[in-house]
């Protein structure tokens, strides 16, 4: 069955390190994507990526970095310049004409 | 699971009555419209879409209108079920250079009563 996988579900970090959240679709969609949501809130655009080797800027870039060097897979990481990564991580992906496809998220808790 | 939305706008319905969730989008140029439901610690699951050259859509127990005049996307739940008890979120596609973007409204919350 096609989708899009994260992993891992749950994900503990302690202060200073950086963490990598893992992002795999296999539905051939050229884009993905990484929000950030928190407790009562909608989604917020980390990065995007609408083709291998390029990725763009979200509203919330800062402490994070993105790669996209497979259509297949586009990791996140969590660097220790982000000051409060406690969050739940959604990745997505879509090809041109139709909306995003979600995974099932990533809740990361820094401890 | 994730933790209750307290900023999220709540509709609070009984089993079995319609609910109707309704979303104010930004941008007169977009052109196509989804809503998603996402359940407590999962990610948001696509329910319905409609594009722009329509001004309604019925899925299964599902309904969604769109009022381009007022800029204004409802989705409508028939006989709505505890099941149906989660975070609803629209969404307008807008193309730009880049392609084309989601752009997601705030979401609101739906509990069902027994």
């Known amino acids: 069955d096609g989708g899009i996988t994260q992993s891992p579900k749950y994900l503990f970090r302690k202060e200073g390190q950086n963490v990598t959240l893992s992002c795999e679709q296999n539905?051939?969609?050229?884009?993905m994507y990484w929000y950030r949501q928190d407790p009562g809130q909608g989604l917020r655009l980390i990065y995007y990526?609408?083709?291998?080797?390029?990725?763009q800027k979200g509203d919330i870039a800062e402490g994070y970095s993105v790669s996209r060097e497979k259509k297949e897979s586009f990791p996140l990481t969590v660097t220790s310049a982000q000051k409060n990564p406690t969050a739940f991580y959604l990745c997505?992906?879509?090809?041109?004409?139709?909306?995003?496809?979600f995974g099932s998220g990533t809740r990361l808790t820094v401890v | 699971g994730e933790s209750v939305g307290l900023h999220l706008p709540t509709l609070s319905v009984q089993e079995g009555d319609n609910s109707i969730i309704n979303c104010a989008y930004s941008?007169?140029?977009?052109?196509?419209f989804i809503w998603y439901k996402q359940e407590s610690g999962k990610g948001p699951q696509f329910i319905i879409d409609?594009?722009?050259?329509?001004d309604k859509r019925q899925g299964q127990r599902v309904t969604v209108l769109l009022n381009k005049t007022v800029k204004h996307l409802s989705l409508q739940i028939a006989a709505t079920q505890p099941g149906d008890s989660a975070v609803y979120f629209c969404?307008?596609?807008?193309?730009?250079?880049?392609?084309?973007?989601?752009?997601f409204g705030g979401g609101t919350r739906l509990m069902v009563k027994p």
């Open positions: 409609i594009r722009s050259n329509m």
């Open positions: 539905l051939n969609h050229d884009a």
């Open positions: 969404a307008e596609m807008m193309s730009n250079n880049a392609g084309n973007m989601l752009t």
């Open positions: 941008n007169s140029a977009s052109d196509y």
């Open positions: 990526s609408q083709i291998v080797n390029d990725f």
């Open positions: 997505a992906s879509s090809d041109t004409f139709y909306g995003y496809t």
